[in-house]
T-cell receptor, first 117, second 111 residues
Framework: GAVVSQHPSRVICKSGTSVKIECRSL??????MFWYRQFPKQSLMLMAT?????????EQGVEKDKFLINHASLTLSTLTVTSAHPEDSSFYIC?????????????FGPGTRLTVL | KQEVTQIPAALSVPEGENLVLNCSFT??????LQWFRQDPGKGLTSLLL?????REQTSGRLNASLDKSSGRSTLYIAASQPGDSATYLC??????????FGEGTQLTVNP
């Protein structure tokens, strides 16, 4: 149980185009979804937190107009990288959180490798 | 602001060795600490989660400890195997379910 999927797993696009990444919780309803970015040889950096039906909360330094997050249901969140540029090339990972009795648990997706040419 | 540091950045050991990975953090006001494994180009696999009130957790050949007062956690791997080769990340959960990650230790276990 507790499987999170991401689609696509890998995408290559031209500079200036927009790319949409989907994150789905397959067998549970997620209270919250998180989006992370990971550059080569670096750790995961939280970009934004989203709750179903409300606006996402972005971390300091993350442009909300460039990284559009839509959280339409308890099982689906999307991240759209608008007008992508080569510096946006990175590994994007989502996680879906559930609220447990003693702690909140996050389950991570397999990641999406974005390459902007 | 929470800062998480992992030492060493990379480690190479022969198969069968016991090893320790270190994680230190600056703010002890945490809910829990997790250790994750990440294989190249893949997502994260949760290995162990230690609640703020706990001192250690064990799973198979893995043992993780937590000392909030000193801001340290260790991940002990017994009898390492080539299949243990991966990057190991520690992450601390603070308010709002936010996770702050260290930069990881890249482990290579040589057959």
């Amino acid at each position: 149980g507790a499987v999170v999927s991401q689609h696509p797993s890998r995408v290559i696009c031209k500079s200036g185009t927009s790319v949409k990444i989907e994150c789905r919780s397959l067998d549970f309803q997620a209270t919250t979804m998180f989006w992370y970015r990971q550059f080569p040889k670096q750790s995961l950096m939280l970009m934004a937190t989203s709750n179903e039906g409300s606006k996402a909360t972005y971390e300091q330094g993350v442009e909300k107009d460039k990284f559009l997050i839509n959280h339409a249901s308890l099982t689906l969140s999307t991240l759209t990288v608008t007008s992508a540029h080569p510096e946006d090339s990175s590994f994007y990972i989502c996680s879906a959180g559930t609220r447990g009795l003693t702690t909140d648990t996050q389950y991570f997706g397999p990641g999406t490798r974005l390459t902007v040419l | 602001k929470q800062e998480v540091t992992q030492i060493p950045a990379a480690l190479s050991v022969p198969e069968g060795e016991n090893l320790v990975l270190n994680c230190s953090f600056t703010d002890s006001a945490i809910y829990n600490l997790q250790w994750f494994r990440q294989d190249p180009g893949k997502g994260l696999t949760s290995l162990l989660l230690i609640q703020s009130s706990q001192r250690e957790q064990t799973s198979g050949r893995l043992n993780a400890s937590l000392d909030k007062s000193s801001g340290r956690s260790t991940l002990y791997i017994a009898a390492s195997q080539p299949g243990d080769s991966a990057t190991y990340l520690c992450a601390l959960e603070t308010s709002g379910s936010r996770l702050t990650f260290g930069e990881g230790t890249q482990l290579t276990v040589n057959p």
